[in-house]
C-alpha cells in the first residue's frame, strides 16, 4: 500500500511542475464558466425551474463543471497517452514484469494528478463564480465531505473507463479513435454540456444511469442539496458500483490482453 501511496504523491508532485499550463488551464475554464453561466442564465430566465433547478442552481452547476472539468479529466488525458505509447512500443512488457499491479500502479498515478488539479485548477474558478453569481453552496460541511467523497468516486469511474481505453491499444495498436470517441461520449454524458436532469424522456433516464453520470452529476447533485437521506446513501452506492464494475471488467481485459496478444516492438 505505501508503495502505491508514494505513487499517488508522485502524480501530485508531478503535475504541480507544470505552472504555466496550470494558470492557462484556470484562465480557460473561467472563460468558459463565464460564457456558459450566461448561457445558463438566458435559458433558466425562459424556463425558471428546468430540471428542477432554479436558477442559482443551475448556474453553480456551470462552476462546479469548470472546477472537475479536468479532475474528472473529461476529455480524457493524464495517464492515457503515456500508456497507450508503451502499449504501442512495447514498453509495457517491462511494466509487466514489475512487482507492481499495472491497473493499481496507473489509477495511483491519476488519483494524485487529479488531487492536484481539484486543488490546482478547481478552487480558482468556484471563487470567480461565488465572487460574480449568486452560487448555491453547501448548508452543512457534511455536504463537503460526501461532495469530495463522491467527486474521488467519481475520479476512480473517469479512470476505469480511459483505462479500458487504453487497453483497446493491445489489439489497435493506436488508441487515437477510441480515445476521441470517450472524449466526445464523456463531454455528453456526464452533463458537462447540460445537466442530465434536462434531457427529456428515455434518453435522460438512459442518460442518468450511465456510468459517465457519475463523474459530474451526482457530485453536483450532492453539492446542490439534491441527494440528501437515503438519496445521498444511493448516489454514492451507484457511483461505487459502476466503479467496481468498470475496475473489475478492465482487470479482465487486462489478463486476456496480456496473454493472448503478441506485444509489438517489446
Sequence with gaps: MSLYAAVAVSGFRRHS????????????????GLIMAYTYIALWDQRPHLGGYDQS?????????????????????GFQDELIERIRSGDVAI??????????????????????????RGIVPMLFGALFFDLTM??????????ILSVAIGVVVSFALRYLVVLSAFWLMDGGGVTTISGLATMFFSGMLLPLNVFPGTLGEVARLLPWSALLQVPADIFLGVHTGSGLLKALAFQAGWAVVLLGTGRALQAVATRKVVVQGG
Design 57 to 77: 442552481m443551475a448556474i453553480t452547476y456551470v462552476w462546479i463543471g469548470q472546477a472537475l472539468f479536468i479532475t474528472v479529466a473529461v476529455l480524457g488525458g
Design 95 to 120: 511494466d509487466l514484469y514489475r512487482p507492481a499491479d499495472l491497473q493499481a500502479w496507473w489509477l495511483a498515478s491519476d488519483l494524485g494528478r487529479a488531487a492536484f488539479h481539484l486543488i490546482g
Design 17 to 32: 511542475t507544470y505552472r504555466v499550463a496550470t494558470a492557462a488551464g484556470i484562465f480557460t475554464n473561467t472563460v468558459f
Design 138 to 147: 453547501p448548508g452543512t460541511p457534511l455536504t463537503w465531505v460526501f461532495f
